[in-house]
Nanobody
Framework: QVQLVESGGGLVQPGGSLRLSCAAS????????MAWYRQAPGKQRELVAA???????YYADSVKGRFTISSDNAKIALYLQMNSLKPEDTAVYYC??????????WGQGTQVTVSS
């Protein structure tokens, strides 16, 4: 079973930056989308950014212009560069890969805390 392993979370001051990474432990074929979600305490998990294979990139309105999603398809790795971080960005961030339209892979989550 392929696993997604995340890294890069932590504590940062408002206005700071973090880069999240997500790497697959094995090969995943026929990737449809690669995405980052987040879940803040007491809130539902929400989609932050996504890359749709061969098509477009999506960003939630709350992160447009501040976050950038990218990938390394040769390594099956996913990244999220987060700049100008705000306290409301505090959440557990999860990477997700959807393959063959039905195979859904999730990372274990990495905590991002934005606080002075």
């Amino acid at each position: 079973q392929v696993q997604l392993v995340e890294s890069g979370g932590g504590l940062v001051q408002p206005g700071g930056s973090l880069r999240l990474s997500c790497a697959a432990s094995g090969t995943i074929f026929s990737i449809n989308t690669m995405a980052w979600y987040r879940q803040a305490p007491g809130k539902q998990r929400e989609l932050v950014a996504a890359m749709i294979t061969g098509r477009s990139t999506y960003y939630a309105d709350s992160v447009k212009g501040r976050f950038t999603i990218s990938s390394d398809n040769a390594k099956i790795a996913l990244y999220l560069q987060m700049n100008s971080l705000k306290p409301e960005d505090t959440a557990v961030y999860y990477c997700n890969i959807l393959a063959r339209a039905t195979q859904n892979y999730w990372g274990q989550g990495t905590q991002v805390t934005v606080s002075s």
